[in-house]
């Protein structure tokens, strides 16, 4: 069945960094696009970043652009989101999905997801 599995999260001080991967199981990751969405207590889930099936193009929210990377391996079949100078405004727990269609930073294109891990910004 289709899987995808966040890791890497935790707790870092500000400016710190984090290197979150998606590993995914049940599909050809190279068929689809990928993202990267975030949410915080009380808040709506927030697109952050995405990428297209080879890697080639990547968009980003402007609160992570310059500080957040997403990349690809599909021959590891895992996505990854380096994040650095991190800022406690990043605190959230944080997801990866599937999107059949394009790149899109809206939840609602996107069917299937992780179940999140958890990224604390705090000193």
């Known amino acids: 069945q289709v899987q995808l599995v966040e890791s890497g999260g935790g707790l870092v001080q500000p400016g710190g960094s984090l290197r979150l991967s998606c590993a995914t199981s049940?599909?050809?990751?190279?068929?689809?696009?990928i993202g990267w969405f975030r949410q915080a207590p009380g808040k709506e889930r927030e697109g952050v970043s995405c990428i297209n099936k080879n890697g080639g193009s990547t968009f980003y929210a402007d609160s992570v652009k310059g500080r957040f990377t997403i990349s690809r391996d599909n021959a590891k079949n895992t996505v990854y989101l380096q994040m650095n100078s991190l800022k406690p405004e990043d605190t959230a727990v944080y997801y990866c999905?599937?999107?059949?269609?394009?790149?899109?930073?809206?939840?609602?294109?996107?069917?299937?997801w992780g179940q999140g891990t958890q990224v604390t910004v705090s000193s």
């Open positions: 999905a599937r999107n059949p269609y394009g790149t899109s930073l809206i939840a609602n294109t996107y069917d299937y």
């Open positions: 049940g599909f050809t990751l190279d068929y689809y696009y």
